[in-house]
């Protein structure tokens, strides 16, 4: 009972997790598959950014240059040096993961708006550069061939596949992320959110644990950029590394509740099934965009906490099920 | 490839007429940031704005594109102060992710709009002031007086921060708004106010843009980006500085080209703005703290 | 305090509604349906029997940076469709007659969510054919779906020709590709005038373009030509002063590139203004769009490829003469019937490429004699076709399959007419309707 009660938190959320992935595998339907597809990445995507977002407190904008950079690396490896998925994402995550190590390093220094600026000029600075690459294609991109599909049994079987990596990947960044806030390690984070100066005074290592941080939340975007783009057949510089895509895993993040673990799956369940119904509707269609622009702002003036934070704040008894 | 003489010139002339307009556009960014340490993401929309305002006065009323601008001027103004009031009054003390998300926000409502009413589709303000041409320069009339009323702008910001009471306010909330308000200082009114001198020069920018290149909706965005790099250049919240921001920008943007694809400048460009960031995050002509 | 909970609560009210909305709908059945269909959907439910409701499925870009070509293609889409259930739709030799529906969704101009799309279109809304999105990066991606589920895809305003070499099997392409959109414009400058050595490339630096330029470049260097200036601008420039400072600089006779509408338009106009002094300049996709002229003098003597013309005189006559089969109505008829449809909207390609999605699918499904994608598919791998967009044939070997080798270019140029600025085709010369301006005033 007190196991269970220890673990609440990671048990809901495992739960709720669980409820969707297998929700496509149930049906057996492949367009349910689809669209949890497209929510599972944000999940995946606004979880990771939420590693640094939420338990330090620094908002990187420009957080879509790892799914880029590592989407990239790994589109590389499988359509130019015919390597398998699994090397390629691999090779995704670390360098995404060696990039965080290196800006974290540098950039880390700076604080507040300073640092979210810098975040949008690397990621702009690494598009221009992948725009200008010629080994990875330069503004033409690279494609893969359809044939490269046989080797996981046909591109329906490749379909379903990408799908059970992205779960499961999905599964590591939350156990991740759990981890990472019930540690020391974690609380030296959430330390550096409140007061950055008063966690190094008392004693936390800021520099080397924000990077840490930083090279935690960078790595599984690296790897889902490979997955993603494998799936899609083709890569190009704009759609690798949009900026617009960055703002919203940040709104993902905000609408759930940044700094818990539960916070950005259901706001990125929340924000692309917003998305998916305001795209579909007669109403809003022509404009979702300006809707879904209100909505946040209601949100972010109203209720900054996101959905899970307010919860927290509103009914103490849910404070231990909701992490 | 031999450089020549000519072409160094004539670049660095080109960019040098539009790093003025740049720099009017870091201004509206820089003032706000400077005054509130609000990063104003509907910063590139706003531009656009400037830009259809001034298209629409040119066309309907066959306004004369300068006069039509004054306009601009005043709506936005008038927009900057109902922003501040919507969107940013309420979180002007909260961590910094909310006003730039607050701001985002503003930034989907304008475009999510201005598509539906305007679609995609490029615009072109049909004017021309001719050119003048002296050896291998060539000068576009409309370049020329942009570069002007730029001028011209800095100065009246200048003079109004400095020899009017609400300017006198204005400086004193960006120093210290709570000692600021200890004096009697208005703060909500002056933070609005300044808020809207902002998007007053963001729409003073798009509309002196609008008179030589063309623009949609979402054209805004590059010169967004542009006025974060100039601002960093300069110094965030430092509006002389972020003209001459704007014209080392302009000279960089004429100049690199002669040398190396030109493809190659936003890369140079973003990675000079990182740097500043790292080296001297008080911008290269040392702000105020 | 009071405020602020009331506020709390007054957001949380909004957004768990939309929140309930999203996950009873689950996003899944508002499929936003061509309304000129829904009639012959009920008529086919009435008269029952040997009926047939055939679902086009694509997505078009309603926001986003395509909007507008995209509009006109789904616009030329669209008249085929309403045109040719007006007539009674397709009878097929056992008495089936067979109508279509459209069922679409808004891609943004973005990859995100094409698949996705896609892969609703294909399973969801059992759409039996599919047609392209607009521009070769949102067509890529949904080839892939579209080859999964074995449907026919008919691709339009999608030139690149990396995406038909990628051994796919049931994606067929209405477009001249990529490699041949410019090297009629090269083939052209030298019946003019053999003088002209130098040639400078400035273009778009996107999928399209470069692929484009590369194939034209070279064409250009194994005819002769002496490249002095080969460069690429990002797709969002708007002021190409440092282009036309180093055209200065090199002296070419020529100036060849271009992107899309806006950027070719600007560069277009900059050149205009700083008085540069080429005899022959050639611009991808913008000058053959009614807007150009808008550009006034600046739009004068501008040579532009374009997949389709208002001019261009397709005829059963010269089908004949070229030993092809006819099909579908002449090239007037469609401006025509399209200008009624849309408010007198003139056509351009965009909108005559998607007419012609419609009426190769149309004439498929007529030769096959049925509706089943394999033969659909095996007819249209037999095609070999005279429209008034021109001649349709496809690339049937294993590393090209689909690629269009039928169809080619036609080049058009701004002149001075009767009443302002007129296009005239230029080249090729069976089809030209005026001799080239040439060198450029």
């Known amino acids: 009972m007190s196991t269970v009660r220890k673990y609440l938190g990671l048990i809901v959320t495992i739960g709720v997790l669980l409820m969707l992935v297998a929700w496509p595998a149930i049906t057996g339907k492949d367009i349910t598959r689809e669209t949890t597809f497209t929510i599972l990445l944000s999940v995946a995507l606004a979880s990771s950014l939420n590693i640094l977002l939420g338990y330090t407190g620094y908002v990187s904008f420009g957080h879509v240059v790892f799914f880029g950079l590592g989407g990239y690396v790994g589109f590389y490896l499988m359509s130019a040096q015919g390597m398998s998925l699994w090397i390629s994402m691999l090779a995704g995550g670390v360098s995404a993961g060696v990039l965080a190590f290196l800006l974290g390093k540098a950039i880390l220094r700076l604080r507040g708006g300073y640092f979210a600026l810098a975040t949008i000029g690397i990621n702009e600075a690494m598009r221009a550069f992948i725009n200008n690459f010629e080994p990875f294609g330069g503004p033409t991109g690279m494609t893969l061939n359809f044939s490269v599909y046989r080797d996981y049994g046909g591109a329906g079987q490749a379909l379903w596949l990408s799908y059970y990596v992205l779960a499961a990947l999905t599964f590591i960044v939350l156990i991740v992320s759990y981890l990472v806030r019930t540690s020391k390690f974690g609380l030296g984070l959430l330390a550096i959110r409140e007061d950055e100066d008063a966690a190094e005074v008392m004693g936390v290592n800021a520099p080397n644990v924000k990077t840490w941080a930083y090279v935690l939340s960078a790595i599984i975007p690296g790897m889902l950029g490979v997955l993603f783009f494998f799936k899609n057949g083709s890569i190009e510089p704009a759609p690798a590394f949009r900026l617009h895509f960055s703002i919203e895993m940040i709104v993902m993040v905000m609408l759930g509740g940044q700094g818990t673990v539960l916070g950005p799956i259901l706001g990125a369940y929340g924000y692309q099934s917003l998305r998916g119904f305001l795209l579909t509707s007669p109403i809003f269609k022509d404009i979702q965009l300006a809707v879904a622009g209100v909505l946040l702002l209601v949100i972010v003036l109203f209720v900054p906490a996101g959905v899970v934070g307010w919860l927290r704040q509103r009914v103490p008894v849910l404070r231990r099920a909701l992490q | ?289 | 305090m009071k405020r602020t909970t009331l506020f709390l609560i007054f957001g949380y009210l909004l957004f768990a509604l939309i929140f309930v909305a999203c996950s009873s709908s689950g996003g899944d059945e508002e499929a936003a349906t061509d309304t000129g269909s829904s009639d012959t959907a009920a008529e086919s439910a009435d008269s029952g029997g040997g009926n047939q409701t055939i679902v086009i499925g694509f997505t078009a870009s309603q926001t986003g940076s395509q909007n507008v070509s995209s509009t006109r293609q789904v616009n030329g889409l669209n008249l085929w469709m309403s045109e040719l259930n007006a007539a009674g739709g397709i009878a097929l030799s056992d008495g089936t007659k067979v109508t279509f529906e459209a069922v679409t969704y808004d891609d943004e101009s973005n990859t995100d969510r094409v698949q996705e799309l896609y892969t609703r279109l294909a399973t969801e809304d059992n759409a039996d054919f599919l047609i392209s999105p607009y521009s070769s990066g949102l067509t890529a991606a949904s080839a892939v779906i579209a080859e999964q589920y074995g449907k026919v895809m008919i691709t339009t305003g999608a030139a690149s020709d990396e995406t038909y070499k990628q051994g796919l099997t049931t994606i067929y392409q209405a477009y001249t590709p990529a490699s041949r959109y410019l090297t009629g414009a090269i083939d052209l400058m030298a019946t003019l005038d053999a003088d002209i050595t130098k040639v400078a490339f400035v273009y778009e630096n996107d999928k399209f373009s470069t692929d484009v330029v590369d194939a034209a470049l070279a064409y250009a260097e194994e005819k002769g030509y002496e490249v002095v200036l080969h460069e690429g601008y990002n797709s969002d420039t708007t002021d190409f002063g440092p282009f036309i400072n180093k055209i200065q600089d090199a002296g070419p006779d020529a100036i060849l590139g271009g992107g899309h509408f806006q950027d070719g338009s600007t560069f277009a106009r900059q050149l205009s203004e700083k008085n540069i002094d080429v005899d022959f300049f050639a611009l991808l996709v913008a000058p053959p769009e009614p807007d150009f002229a808008d550009l006034g003098d600046a739009a004068l003597g501008v040579i532009g490829p374009s997949q389709w013309e208002p001019l261009a005189a397709f005829t059963p006559d010269s089908a004949a003469a070229a030993g092809l089969e006819w099909f579908g109505p002449l090239g007037e008829e469609f401006v025509s019937a399209y200008e009624a449809a849309y408010d007198g909207e003139e056509p351009s390609y965009h909108s005559a490429g998607g007419y012609a999605a419609g009426l190769i699918l149309q004439q498929a499904i007529i030769a096959a004699d049925s509706t089943d994608p394999e033969a659909v598919g095996a007819a249209l791998d037999a095609m070999d076709l005279l429209t008034f967009f021109g001649h349709i044939k496809f690339d049937t070997t294993a590393e090209a399959h689909g690629l269009q080798i039928g169809h080619s270019m036609v080049y058009i140029q701004w002149q001075e007419g009767a009443d302002g600025l007129a296009k005239q085709v230029v080249w090729p010369a069976e089809g030209a309707t005026a001799e080239t301006l040439f060198p450029l005033p």
């Open chain 2, 1 to 289: 490839m031999q450089i020549s003489f000519d072409l160094i010139i004539a670049s660095l002339i080109d960019g040098l007429l539009l790093g003025f307009v740049y720099g009017i556009a870091a201004m509206g960014l820089t003032l706000i940031w400077g005054v509130m340490n609000v990063i104003n993401l509907a910063h590139g929309p706003i531009i656009a704005l400037g830009m259809f305002s001034l298209y629409f006065i040119f066309d309907l009323f066959g306004l004369n594109p300068y006069v039509a601008l004054l306009l601009v001027a005043i709506l936005g103004l008038l927009l900057g102060v109902l922003i501040y009031f919507v969107a940013v009054h309420r979180v002007i003390d909260a961590p910094h992710l909310s006003t730039l998300l607050a701001t985002f926000s503003i930034n989907m409502i304008i475009i999510g709009l201005g598509t539906a009413a305007f679609s995609a589709s490029p615009r072109n303000v049909d004017f021309s002031l001719g050119s003048l041409s002296l050896g291998p320069v060539t000068l576009l009339g409309t370049r020329l007086v942009a570069a002007v009323l730029a001028v011209a702008v800095t100065g009246g910001l200048y003079l109004f921060l400095y020899r009017t009471r609400p300017g006198r306010y204005i400086r004193a909330v960006a120093n210290n708004r709570d000692a600021a308000e200890l004096m009697g200082v208005p703060s909500a009114q002056i933070l609005a106010l300044s808020f809207g001198l902002g998007t007053m020069l963001a729409a003073i920018a798009g509309g002196l843009i609008a008179t030589f290149f063309p623009f949609t909706i979402l054209a805004g965005g590059v010169y967004e980006l542009k006025s974060f790099v100039i601002g960093v250049l300069g110094g965030l919240g430092n509006p002389v500085g972020a003209l001459l921001g704007g014209l080392i920008l302009g000279m960089l943007e004429g100049i690199i080209p002669a040398f190396m694809p030109t493809t190659w400048v936003p890369v140079l460009e973003f990675l000079l703005f990182v740097l500043i960031l790292l080296v001297r995050p008080q911008g290269l002509f040392g702000a105020r703290k």
